[in-house]
């Protein structure tokens, strides 16, 4: 079997991981495998959400444990803002880094299905599906898409997010 030659060119990917570097300037591969990576922990974070409020939400025991416990909306937060500092301190130990990840997410999901148990049902789930199921397409395509969106820069951002609303508005208004 021949060897068809480095998959990579011989001086981008040492650039790539020099000091002060960042990802938007690395070669594409790099930056479709970071791009990977963090579509899909945002979908796993997102997929989280939505189960831990699903449970929080059908569960009738659960959900009068938490009108009647207040303060756990509190616990979580602080809990949130140890974990936050925990990963600042610990970003660069890498199993650490990521257990301490789930552990924030976690406490989000716990502290969003506290406050979402105060609103209707169907409305609170639809956006939640809604939601996970935008994130996996995303990711779903990411993971597959050998397309570089670095040419559109800032401006294609921009004007995404200035469309995105304003479709909206005209058709469900």
């Known amino acids: 079997m021949a060897d068809s030659g480095p ?21 594409v591969y790099i930056r479709m495998a970071f791009l990977r990576k963090v579509y899909s922990i945002l979908s796993l974070q997102v997929l989280l959400t939505t189960v831990t409020s699903a449970v929080f939400l059908y569960f009738e ?28 301190l610990n970003r660069h130990k890498h199993p650490l880094n990521l257990y301490l990840l789930f552990g924030f997410t976690l406490l989000e999901a716990l502290s969003v299905a506290s406050i979402v148990t105060f609103y209707d049902v169907y ?19 990411t993971l597959q898409s050998k397309r570089d969106f670095s040419k559109f820069g800032a401006g294609g951002t921009g004007h995404g997010c200035c469309r995105s609303p304003s479709f909206l508005r005209i058709h469900h208004l």
């Open 7 to 27: 998959r990579y060119p011989s001086s981008s990917i040492v650039d790539d991981f020099n000091y002060g570097s960042c990802v938007a300037s690395a070669s």
């Open 61 to 88: 025991s659960i959900r009068t444990f938490v009108h009647e416990s207040p303060a756990l909306i509190l616990v979580f937060a602080i809990g949130s803002l140890g974990l936050i500092f925990a990963l600042t």
């Open 123 to 141: 409305i609170i789930l639809q956006a939640f599906v809604l939601t996970t199921a935008v994130f996996f397409g995303l990711t779903i395509y």
